[in-house]
Every structure is written in structure tokens, then in C-alpha cells.
């Protein structure tokens, strides 16, 4: 199914588009032109019965990634997300290899809000383990993951661990992560409010961090 998927998308290529979500996306992959529907409506059936397996195919992850087109890597992050609560703890290095292999936010903050923000869910233990290095290291892609794997946690929200990873990466003057910092908090500051009035005034974030964590407050 997957082979046949895989030509389904080269069969509805669409030039004129991919060249300009090559440009949207500053030229660093090529594309098939398929948009977030089209992908949708030829995935569907796939998806649908990926949902039913025992297992993550990471072979199958693995072919998606490699392809050139970044329609597939789309397609491997909708595939994970699918499967989320299949994965197991010990894949939190598969995704971080994914985090950092064809790395730009568009797929980056998808892993990081549905795949890792659902496996640290099911497995807090990673978060001691390897989102809070990840946070202090060198990688930009592994430390933005770590400002926003809760971004869909709402109430669940370690107040701790956020404050945490936008300290150790806080002082930055990288874009990706001072716009990450911003947008983790302006996304929590729909459920609490007034922490992160307190978190921004007691931090020294950046003036991007500030403007765009404050937007709902």
C-alpha cells in the first residue's frame, strides 16, 4: 500500500505549485506541488488503516524520509502522529533523528507538538532523560523541540519544565528559538494567564520572545 501510495503522489505532481512552496520554504527541498488536502484526500485510506497496526513500521519512515520531495516527510510526520500512542520510549532517538536529519520548522514543530509531545505524555520519564539536555545543547532543531513538545498540553502543562527549557535557551539571539519561546508561551497563556504575565517579567527574554508570548495578555 505504501508503494502505491508513494506513486499516487508523483502521479498528482503539480509543478507550477512546487515551485513556489520551494520558494516559500527559502529553497531548501524540492516539492511535488501537493497541497495539505490533496495530501489528505491521498493519504486517507492509508492512514485509516496505518491506525490499525500493533507497530510502528519505521522502515516505512525511514523510505519516507529519504525520498526528495518533501511532501513525504509530511507524510511520514502525519503517519507518526497517527500511530503516536504506539510508539515506545526507546524511540524517542528515531524521532530526535528525524528532528535532525532535513531539518526546517515545518516539520520540526509538527514532531515536536504531536509525536514527542505525545510520547513524553505517555513516558514523562523522557523528559528528564532527554528533553531538558536537549534544551542545553547545541542542536537548534532538538533545542526548539524541547520549548515546544507541551504545546498541546493545556493544563497539563509542566510549569517547571517550561520555565526550565526557555531558561537554558533564553539569551539567544537564534530566531527559531526566541519565535518558539514566544509562541510556547502565548499558547499557554490561554490556559494560565497570569503565570506567564509573572514568567516574562522575571525572565530577560528576547524583544520577539516578549511580543510574541504577550499577544493574548
Keep these: 500500500?505504501?508503494?502505491?501510495?508513494?506513486a499516487a503522489f508523483y502521479a498528482h505532481r503539480d509543478e507550477a505549485k512546487a515551485v513556489f512552496m520551494?520558494?516559500?520554504?527559502?529553497?531548501?527541498f524540492p516539492f511535488l506541488g501537493l497541497t495539505k488536502p490533496e495530501r489528505a484526500t491521498l493519504a486517507r485510506d492509508f492512514l485509516r488503516r496505518a491506525k490499525k497496526a500493533a507497530a510502528v513500521d519505521w522502515g516505512l519512515v525511514d523510505r519516507l524520509w529519504g525520498l526528495p520531495e518533501r511532501e513525504f516527510q509530511y507524510l511520514a510526520v502525519d503517519y507518526l502522529t497517527a500511530l503516536s500512542g504506539r510508539l515506545a520510549a526507546d524511540d524517542i532517538g528515531r524521532v530526535a533523528g528525524l528532528v535532525t536529519a532535513k531539518s526546517w520548522w515545518d516539520?520540526?514543530?509538527a514532531l515536536a507538538a504531536h509525536v514527542i509531545?505525545?510520547?513524553?505524555a505517555k513516558h514523562p520519564e523522557l523528559v528528564g532523560s532527554h528533553i531538558v539536555?536537549?534544551?542545553?545543547?547545541e542542536n537548534l532543531w532538538l533545542a526548539r523541540s524541547a520549548i515546544l513538545f507541551q504545546l498541546k498540553y493545556k493544563e497539563k502543562t509542566d510549569t517547571a519544565v517550561l520555565g526550565l527549557v526557555i531558561g537554558n535557551t533564553c539569551g539567544t539571539k537564534e530566531f527559531f528559538l526566541n519565535k518558539a519561546i514566544g509562541w510556547a508561551l502565548r499558547e499557554y497563556s490561554k490556559t494560565d494567564r497570569e503565570w506567564v504575565r509573572a514568567f516574562i517579567a522575571g525572565q530577560p527574554l528576547s524583544p520577539l520572545s516578549v511580543r510574541e508570548g504577550s499577544k493574548y495578555l
Design 22 to 28: 520551494k520558494a516559500y520554504m527559502k529553497d531548501k
Design 133 to 137: 539536555g536537549w534544551s542545553a545543547g
Design 1 to 6: 500500500m505504501s508503494g502505491e501510495l508513494i
Design 107 to 109: 516539520t520540526v514543530d
Design 117 to 120: 509531545g505525545s510520547l513524553c
